[in-house]
């Protein structure tokens, strides 16, 4: 599915081929919470990353989250980088170097209608903010941590790959 998408003032705007464009998961953590806000949690995407065409690309900043080992207390930055408009601040994009091939547009940024998903994923609930009561719904599934299940195999199972 063709899906273009852009930040809030359109200092940004782009494109991407995506097999895999149902928002089919809501993510509780920190740091999606607090670098892509959207109601406590961030619901990402997945596509090919070498179909992506940018338009505005000196507008966009990059951020690798700090992440602390629960077993030794060391921080480290995160592998992934979070993309963002630099101009109004709206989170466009994940890319992590462990998956190069693959793009995680946030779907709060995709401009394209989005197909509705007929159950999602809850995940990171374990680390939830305490305001939030999380909309879940006969078939949803829930994890208090990063689920073993990746968008690719949600779309398998389902039969939702496009």
Known sequence: MHLAGSCHCKAVTFTVQSTHPYPYNFCYCEICRKTAGAGGFAINLNADFASLKVTGGDNIRSYRAKITDAASGKISDSPAERNFCGTCGSALWLWDSRWPDQMHPHAAAIDTPLPVPPV??????????????????????EFDAYPNEGIADWHKQLGLER
């Open 120 to 141: 999602r994923t809850h995940l990171m609930l374990g680390s939830k903010a305490g305001w939030v009561e999380p909309d879940i719904r006969a078939g949803d599934k």
